[in-house]
């Protein structure tokens, strides 16, 4: 839930990263934290257990600076992805500004992110919002997977699975070298930013 | 076939190597089934005894993985920003905000670190039911009914609670014991108040606020009406010492405003307090506060 301080016009929200076990949110973090050092404010913290799954969260803190003349902190966390940390994902969901959906672009995983966009969209519903209104973009992760020989999805397949209610923007990335996961995290940060303006009435 | 062979082996070994074990153990099974159909592959024997080896590697790690500690004890740093992370952020109340984090550090199963938080907020007035509830949740969730039964019986002869305290802990031990911990319902009671259903031209909607006292207390009101950037509150006669330092024109340097989508910290000042005449409410006052810069 955003914080808007208006006698020293400063706000804070919180960016959200789900999506399917394995599917790289922690490594958009781990990126971010690498390549926006301008930005971030503090340590990374990463919860997590054998095998670099995350057991609770990840936790990195940025400060973007002055926008339409209110200073911007941001929040950005991860969310467990495998099945059975469905509980800890909907407490680090609590009061969630604008959601990253982390999608694993190997065929392998199809239904997992499918399963995935599902679970997220109810335990918005628990929060009682609606995964058609809060701010959200789709990141199709690991394409630098197909010059492997390892079979993905095309994005076309990608958009129909994930994409055809939703109509949010979509953008192809691979963490693991950084490509697209500034772009995903800036275009979330706008519709997010953008929506908290409109609510908050804050640049006037 | 052989680069088929190829092709699969190398697809096990990356899902291996990103965690995705059922998925490796998938492929080498394919794999092992295609070198069992073709009789007259060289090697075979050897290739077949390797590749069983993998999988049961596969599988002893998905075995050890299902039986790793759901929850392990995590550091007094972290439980220090679960804490801070997961209690309300941006409301004034201190205490309120320390149950909050224990709450969540409860869920993330550092049960040990949220009863002493528990503990230490039974000495606080406005905290202490809620706390004690917590408590017994605690118990229940990692020791068993026994243990929240002693502690409930232990609280009962301390006379720590008044009887109407107690009446209310007591109500809710009995309806966890029957749930045990229902999951769902906890969530559901956190969940925000406010609807995404708002529409969008709408003046911002402030449901609370928050103010302090000019003597350093904080209290929270609900908002009755909203008009505009200022905001009307009841306040129930029996709260009437509360607010009895506050007049017409008293400025408010930190105010806090609940809407659905974000809290504002901010200041106001009050441009009416009326006691009201007549009807239902007859004896409660109405108050105005109108927010500065909204
Ligand atoms: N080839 C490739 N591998 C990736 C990419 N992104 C992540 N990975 C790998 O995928 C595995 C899982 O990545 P994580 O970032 O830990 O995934 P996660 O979504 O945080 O997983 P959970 O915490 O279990 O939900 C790791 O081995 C990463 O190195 C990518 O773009 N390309
Ligand atoms: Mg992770």
Same mark, same amino acid.
């Given at each position: ?15 959200v ?11 958009n ?5 690498k ?24 936790f990195?803190?940025m ?16 969310v467990?992805?495998q ?27 199809r ?15 628990e929060y ?23 079979p ?10 994930l ?10 990335a691979?963490?693991?070298?950084g ?26 | 076939m052989?680069e088929?062979?190829?092709s699969?082996l ?23 089934r ?12 050897? $290739? /077949? !005894?390797?590749? &069983? ?5 596969? %599988?002893?790690?998905?075995? +050890?993985? *299902?039986?790793?500690?759901?929850t ?7 439980n ?14 201190k205490?309120?905000?320390?149950l909050?984090?224990?709450v969540?550090l409860?869920?993330?199963g ?21 706390a ?6 605690? $118990? /229940? !969730?990692?020791? &068993? ?5 002693? %502690?409930?019986?232990?609280? +009962?002869? *301390?006379?720590l ?8 802990i ?6 966890l ?27 911002l ?17 609900d ?10 509150l009841?306040?129930?006669k029996k ?5 009895k330092?506050?007049h017409?024109g ?19 000042v ?20 109108k927010?500065?810069?909204?």
């Amino acid at each position: 839930m955003a914080v808007f301080n208006i006698n020293k016009r400063e706000i804070e929200c919180k960016i959200v990263y789900y999506g399917p076990g394995r599917g790289g949110k922690t490594t958009n973090l781990e990126y971010i934290f690498k390549a926006y050092k301008k930005q971030v404010k503090g340590e990374m913290v990463s919860i997590d257990t054998e095998g670099d799954r995350t057991l609770f969260f990840d936790f990195l803190p940025m400060d973007l600076g002055k926008i339409k003349g209110c200073d911007v902190r941001v929040q950005l966390f991860t969310v467990p992805g495998q099945v059975q940390y469905s509980s800890t994902r909907k407490l680090v969901l609590k009061g969630v500004d604008g959601v990253v959906f982390v999608a694993d672009s190997m065929e392998v995983r199809r239904e997992k992110n499918m399963l995935s966009l599902k679970d997220l969209q109810q335990n918005l519903k628990e929060y009682n919002l609606s995964i058609f209104k809060i701010p959200l973009v789709l990141q199709y992760n690991k394409r630098d997977l197909a010059d492997e020989g390892i079979p993905i999805m095309p994005v076309e397949q990608m958009e129909r699975d994930l994409n055809r209610q939703l109509k949010v923007p979509s953008f192809e990335a691979s963490a693991i070298n950084g490509k697209g996961v500034g772009q995903t995290l800036q275009a979330c940060l706008r519709l997010t930013l953008q929506y908290l303006q409109k609510q908050l009435k804050w640049a006037n | 076939m052989r680069e088929k062979i190829k092709s699969l082996l190398k697809q096990a070994e990356l899902y291996r190597s990103q965690g995705l074990y059922n998925e490796a153990k998938e492929s080498y099974e394919r794999v092992k089934r295609i070198i069992q159909k073709s009789k007259q592959l060289p090697n075979r024997e050897k $290739l /077949l !005894a390797n590749i &069983s080896k993998k999988i049961e590697k596969v %599988q002893n790690t998905l075995v +050890r993985l *299902e039986n790793a500690k759901e929850t392990p004890q995590m550091s007094p740093e972290v439980n220090r920003l679960i804490k801070n992370l997961f209690s309300k952020t941006g409301s004034g109340d201190k205490d309120a905000a320390a149950l909050e984090g224990a709450v969540a550090l409860a869920k993330f199963g550092q049960f040990n670190d949220a009863i002493a938080e528990f503990r230490r907020l039974l000495g606080v007035e406005s905290q202490r039911v809620q706390a004690a509830k917590n408590i017994l949740r605690c $118990l /229940l !969730a990692y020791k &068993s009914s026994d243990d929240a039964f002693d %502690q409930l019986s232990e609280w +009962r002869s *301390e006379e720590l609670f008044t009887d109407e305290e107690m009446a209310k802990i007591k109500s809710f031990f009995d309806g966890l014991v029957e749930n045990k911990w229902d999951e769902k319902g906890a969530a559901r009671s956190e969940a925000l108040t406010g609807s995404s259903e708002m529409d969008e031209d709408e003046f911002l909607d402030i449901s609370a606020v928050a103010i302090t006292l000019p003597n350093g207390d904080q209290i929270e009101l609900d908002v009755s009406f909203q008009s505009g950037n200022v905001v009307s509150l009841i306040i129930d006669k029996k709260d009437e010492d509360l607010i009895k330092d506050l007049h017409e024109g008293s400025k408010l340097e930190d105010v806090h405003f609940y809407s659905p989508i974000a809290i504002f910290r901010g200041s106001g000042v009050i441009t009416s307090k009326t006691r009201i005449a007549s009807g239902p409410k007859e004896g409660d006052y109405s108050m105005d506060i109108k927010i500065d810069s909204l």
